[in-house]
């Protein structure tokens, strides 16, 4: 590590590669040596450092980590990490974290917590579901990252980091589950050298189970299933010290019933102001009980999510001496559709129904170059430039004489977004133990839209065959200090700024055509430090965030057929201020305890959105415009306390091996699933309750598990809209998703 920067303990894993290769049982070295807190390696600084010495809020899971929270994918991340709250309808992520929240979602929408993998940007809320399989490390960035990462980090960074191989010896490991609701997964990875300077590493899953929400209809398929299928190769070639490659082919195929985009179930609705609960507008001929609490329901129409994708990859690293040049590249093709049943009940024209859901063919590519500096002197810095261009043919589908396909109120066309930054970033050592710190980035963005809607349907803005562009440019800055107080422990206090761009909706005449990026001034206190030999670990944050032109979700009813469509417009300002806490103890030889903390203070300032007709009891909120008025109500997933606790205790068995109970608890205050803040769309305060024993082989190489998740079968709101519906537009429906109920499971994993 370079010279003024504080040493970190040795690892605990270490301690348990030399047990594994002399044959010592686990439990017998750590006994004899002490267990000590394992040093994650992270690169939220775009460089390989402690996750200790950085002056970032960032939490990070090794593969230990992600074992013993059974993490998957990203939707039980939010457990772990202080003050993320993890929304979902359909398979759309909807991330929020330090007062900022995911509405749009789809190929146009940005993300407000960008998420990377491998380096490389992962561009939609769908994608975001994807699996993880064999990964190396999680690293979650909460704060704005514009300076390093760009425009789509407006709320955080997640970046997913998976194996790579390896020369130096023949491992993999073989995973099976078997779960509730008929579930089979088999997962597994092998690492291969070939020769001096060549290794390659093959990943594979596939992963089945059925309906979590149970269709009542006769013959109707149960709703969010899945059937997935990865495949990742990895080939390594290092023919030098100083240079080395990567190149990652990746594939994956997902078939699913799925659920809903905007959400599954109606639970209610607002009518003149006044609040009846329930379906208030399905059709005639829908039976009188067709959904019976949030996981089961009658649907008469098929519903399907259907996703797949392409990505190639290739990394270069090349050390010249005084600095080691980088560079990432990526290809990525996607396709996607999802259907569902759009008037939700077993009612209605199962073969023909209007609005069910999109498509999309979207092919994406970026590169990514970096200068970083090595040596030992007091001056760190690294230089880059980014380009990232999508283009992708989005449509709406409908259900016509029982197929799906694009109807003629659609907006046909390619829709083309690209974004180009120039970035640098230094950190000066002013003396061994203080340093200075400071990044900018010139962030450029471009949105295209092809005009060529049916003009039989929407008069024309502007005229037929124009087609429709936005530009946006951005100069982002961070500057902060850091000051080690002792060997052990580090306080920082920064400022920096994010932007997210601005977009196009082109739907129909009195829709805002174009809408504003957002920007974010962000300023953060932290203190990191060890303690008790490197068994405990305490980190704390305290910051405060002023958003301006945050964007809103809204809609808007098109055509004579009465259709309902989303689009964006600029919202206003929301004000955010909190507290973050993080601690991991290796309380004596057998106890750890893993626990979050966050008390977060968000609300909208001067921030309107359309009027949504039925809301009459908020007649007082409507502005002169006839826009409905958000100020100070509280932004969608903004719970003001959250918690978690993770706990374990290691028992050695006879032989060596070990088995160890987990308890995992999560705490969330109440919050609004959607940002109009009325009860009827709140979730109550919870506790997630999750179990597992992990029983670990004396040699290390069998692991067996089993699990209960969500012991107590908590209903919880994961997202909510509040809209007119196309075939009731003076009603105020509220549309919802909920999340997955108890399930349990068993799983056998052997290490070689």
Do not use: C
Request: no cysteine; net charge negative; aromatic share 12%.
């Amino acid at each position: 590590m370079p010279m003024f920067k504080r040493p970190f303990h040795h690892r605990t894993a270490l301690s348990l590669g030399v047990s594994l290769a002399l044959g010592i049982p686990v439990g017998a070295i750590a006994q004899e040596e002490g267990r000590q807190l394992e040093e994650v390696l992270v690169t939220a600084t775009k460089r390989s450092t402690s996750v200790q010495d950085v002056s970032v809020s960032v939490t990070a899971f090794s593969v230990e980590d992600l074992k013993r929270g059974g993490i998957e994918d990203l939707t039980r991340v939010e457990y772990m990490v202080p003050g993320m709250k993890m929304g979902q309808s359909g398979n759309e992520a909807r991330l929020a974290m330090r007062g900022t929240r995911t509405n749009n979602v789809g190929t146009e929408a940005e993300q407000v917590i960008g998420i990377f993998e491998d380096g490389v940007y992962v561009p939609t809320t769908t994608q975001a579901l994807g699996s993880y399989v064999d990964l190396e490390r999680i690293e979650v960035l909460r704060g704005p990252q514009g300076t390093l990462y760009g425009r789509n980090t407006f709320g955080g960074t997640i970046n997913v980091h998976t194996q790579a191989p390896t020369l130096d010896s023949v491992n993999g490991y073989l995973t099976g589950v078997y779960a509730d609701y008929d579930r089979t997964k088999l997962e597994g990875a092998i690492n291969l050298p070939l020769g001096e300077h060549f290794a390659v590493r093959f990943a594979g899953m596939m992963d089945e189970h059925d309906g979590y929400i149970e269709n009542k209809y006769p013959g109707g398929d149960d709703l969010r299933d899945k059937d997935s299928k990865y495949l990742r190769g990895t080939l390594l070639w290092a023919p030098t010290e100083n240079f080395e490659t990567t190149l990652r082919i990746a594939y994956m195929d997902q078939e699913s019933s799925g659920d809903a985009i905007w959400g599954y179930q109606q639970i209610g609705g607002f009518i003149d102001g006044n609040y009846q609960s329930g379906h208030l507008w399905a059709p005639e001929n829908a039976s009188d009980n067709f959904d019976n609490g949030p996981w089961e329901v009658r649907r008469d129409l098929p519903s399907n999510a259907d996703l797949e994708s392409t990505a190639y990859t290739l990394h270069m690293n090349w050390d010249i001496g005084f600095a080691t040049v980088k560079f990432i590249g990526n290809i990525n093709d996607f396709e996607g559709e999802q259907n569902y049943d759009s008037d939700y009940s077993d009612g209605g024209d199962p073969e023909n129904n209007g609005f069910t859901g999109w498509g999309t063919d979207q092919e994406t590519w970026s590169t990514e170059l970096q200068l970083v500096s090595n040596g030992d002197g007091p001056l760190e810095w690294l230089v880059g430039a980014y380009y990232f261009e999508m283009e992708s043919a989005w449509n709406w589908l409908e259900r016509t004489d029982g197929q799906f396909e694009i109807p003629h109120w659609d907006r046909v066309g390619d829709y083309t977004s690209d974004s180009t930054g120039l970035f640098v970033n230094v950190n000066y050592a002013l003396t061994d133990s203080t340093r200075l710190l400071g990044g900018y980035r010139y962030a450029e963005d471009t949105k295209t839209k092809k005009d060529q809607l049916d003009w039989t349907v929407f008069p024309p803005i502007p005229a037929p065959g124009t087609g429709e562009e936005g530009e946006w440019d951005d100069n982002l800055w961070k500057f902060g200090v850091e000051q080690d107080l002792d060997d052990d422990s580090m306080a920082y206090a920064q400022v920096s700024t994010g932007y997210r761009a601005g977009g196009i909706n082109f739907i129909a005449e009195g829709v805002p055509l174009t809408y504003d990026p957002e920007t974010v001034t962000a300023y953060e206190l932290g203190y990191k430090s060890t303690w008790l030999d490197n068994t405990l670990i305490f980190n704390t944050a305290l910051y405060y965030n002023d958003y301006d032109d945050m964007q809103a979700q809204s809609f808007a009813i098109l055509g004579e057929d009465n259709v309902v469509s989303e689009f964006t417009e600029s919202g206003g300002e929301v004000d955010t201020w909190g507290a973050e806490f993080e601690l991991n103890w290796l309380a004596g030889d057998s106890w750890r305890v893993d626990a979050t903390l966050a008390y977060m203070n968000s609300e909208f300032g001067d921030y309107e959105i359309s009027w949504v007709n039925g809301l009459d009891q908020f007649s007082g909120r409507l502005t002169p415009e006839g826009n409905l008025s958000l100020k100070g109500w509280t932004p969608a997933l903004s719970p003001e306390w959250t918690a978690s606790l993770q706990t374990s205790y290691d028992i050695q068995l006879p032989g060596g091996s070990l088995l160890t109970p987990i308890l995992q608890l999560a705490y969330s205050d109440e919050y609004y699933s959607f940002d109009i803040n009325v009860d009827e769309a709140a979730q109550d305060a919870y506790v997630m309750a999750d179990a597992r024993v992990v029983w670990l082989s004396a040699s290390g190489s069998v692991e067996v598990q089993a699990y209960v998740l969500n012991i107590g079968d908590e209903e919880v709101l994961t997202r909510s809209v509040i809209f007119n519906p196309g075939d009731a537009p003076d009603i105020a429906s509220i549309q919802a998703s909920w999340n997955n109920p108890r399930i349990w499971g068993l799983s056998a994993s052997y290490n070689f």
